[in-house]
């Protein structure tokens, strides 16, 4: 009996280790699956291929324009630059042969009317201008100045549109001009042209009137 109760209670340790050891496998499992979601969570997106693609696109538009942009910027500035060093050296070399007494005054230019570009373009010409002829006395150092304003006032002056409401009157002036000239030649029954009846004919419709009778022209 007694070696029976032994071997009983040996059995229930053993079972008991085997019971134990199979938790803790479980539970390492449990641990690992718990892992591999977490960790596919983090790093799974709900974006398909095609989304992830027409982003990339939409990027790379962007950037593409935006260096577009800079590129274009940088060749207008670099326009701007050359335009203004050969007005700078036109009108240095114009004053060079005036005397100081006959040279333009320039205009004043109010602070919140600048073209920062077209000035530092004018500075820039200035500068090139000066590292290449050191001036050597004050006058050159005037006409190179004055020469600096009469860019700078060249290269910002816009030229004033023409009005459409003067253009549209000089046309209409035009238009009855030639119609007295006409109406005059049909009056002194001079030689008409076939185009020159039509636009009588036309013009005398519009009054009322009729070319072909002698005293209706005479009453224009």
């Known amino acids: 009996?007694?070696?029976?109760?032994?071997?009983?209670?040996?059995?229930?340790t053993k079972h008991l280790k085997t019971v134990e050891a199979t938790i803790d496998d479980n539970v390492g499992m449990i641990e690992e699956d718990?892992?591999?979601?977490d960790n596919n969570s983090s790093f799974s997106t709900s974006e398909t291929l095609d989304s992830i693609l027409t982003k990339y696109k939409l990027d790379n538009n962007k950037r593409r324009k935006t260096e577009t942009v800079e590129k274009?910027?940088?060749?207008?500035?670099?326009?701007i630059l050359l335009d203004t060093l050969n007005?700078?050296?036109?009108?240095?070399?114009?004053?060079?042969k005036t005397s100081v007494e006959k040279i333009e005054r320039?205009?004043?230019?109010?602070?919140?009317?600048?073209?920062?570009?077209?000035?530092?373009?004018?500075?820039?010409?200035?500068?090139?201008?000066?590292?290449?002829?050191?001036?050597?006395?004050?006058?050159?150092i005037a006409r190179i100045l004055q020469a600096a304003q009469i860019?700078?006032?060249?290269?910002?002056?816009?030229?004033?549109?023409?009005?459409k409401w003067v253009e549209s009157i000089k046309c209409k002036?035009?238009?009855?001009?030639s119609k007295v000239k006409l109406l005059e030649k049909v009056r002194a029954f001079g030689k008409l042209s076939a185009e020159e009846k039509r636009d009588a004919k036309k013009y005398m419709r519009e009054v009322n009137m009729l070319a072909c009778l002698h005293q209706d022209t005479l009453k224009l």
């Open 87 to 96: 007005v700078f050296k036109e009108k240095l070399a114009i004053l060079n």
């Open 34 to 37: 718990g892992n591999k979601k």
């Open 173 to 177: 002036i035009s238009l009855l001009e």
């Open 72 to 79: 274009e910027c940088s060749l207008l500035n670099g326009k």
């Open 1 to 12: 009996m007694g070696v029976k109760t032994e071997q009983t209670g040996e059995n229930k």
């Open 106 to 140: 320039t205009r004043k230019i109010p602070l919140l009317k600048v073209d920062s570009i077209k000035l530092d373009a004018t500075i820039k010409a200035v500068q090139d201008h000066v590292s290449k002829h050191p001036p050597h006395s004050m006058s050159e």
């Open 151 to 163: 860019c700078y006032q060249e290269t910002t002056r816009k030229d004033a549109k023409p009005s």
